[in-house]
């Protein structure tokens, strides 16, 4: 039988994968500076990639998916898509 009442560590649940998971994120130009707070202004209305860490810290920003796989890939890390 579970307990449904244990409390959990919502860190522990996010760093789940750290390490070994990339997350590739789509979004827009309009979003970046969310997660990105350093990158410059973007034109409106772009499509980008975020690769995301297992925690959501933000590894890259490009405008290839191909390019976010690829760079996880060269980190020894498993891409899987967001939507």
Known sequence: MTDTNLPFDTDALAALGEGHVAYVKPMRSEDVKR???????????LHLFALLSASGAPILLTDSLDAAIANAWAHDLQAVSLH
């Open 35 to 45: 997660l990105f707070p350093q990158a410059p202004d973007l034109t409106p209305g």
